[in-house]
């Protein structure tokens, strides 16, 4: 099954980011063959940020990101706002990249769930 998952939410202030991976890590555990797109929007692209510190025992986006990118996922990035945030391509974590709208809906049309946070 084909997942997308489109986040709108700032990375930390909110649970919204922290739960839609949580749903995205329990998808790639619980079948092997699962395909998940995790689509950064707005404040969110921040979550792709490298070199993230957060404090011991405090959640981690980037790490959690990374997860995903690891499995059978992906980690898009909308490029209009990363720029509106001041954040180039070398601000972005390894396994995540700067995308499109188009290639948001073209991962619509292609998904087989579409969860939005």
């Known amino acids: 099954m084909k997942t997308l998952l489109i986040l709108n939410d700032p990375p930390y202030g909110t649970e919204r980011c922290y739960n839609a991976l949580r749903i995205a890590h329990t998808l790639l555990k619980k079948d092997p063959e699962a ?4 689509f950064l929007m707005a404040d969110s692209v921040i979550a792709a940020r490298k070199g993230q510190k957060t ?3 405090y959640y981690n986006m980037e790490r959690m990101l990374r ?22 391509d070398d601000d972005a974590m390894d396994g995540a990249r700067r995308s499109t709208m188009d290639e ?3 991962s619509i049309l292609a998904a087989d769930k579409v969860l939005v946070f």
Do not use: Y
């Not at 997860?67 to 180039?88: E, S």
């Open 35 to 38: 395909e998940v797109t995790v």
């Open 55 to 57: 404090p011991d025992g």
């Open 67 to 88: 997860r995903v990118a690891v499995g059978k996922g992906a980690v898009l990035l909308c490029g209009t706002c990363m720029d509106a945030r001041g954040m180039t």
């Open 104 to 106: 948001l809906g073209d």
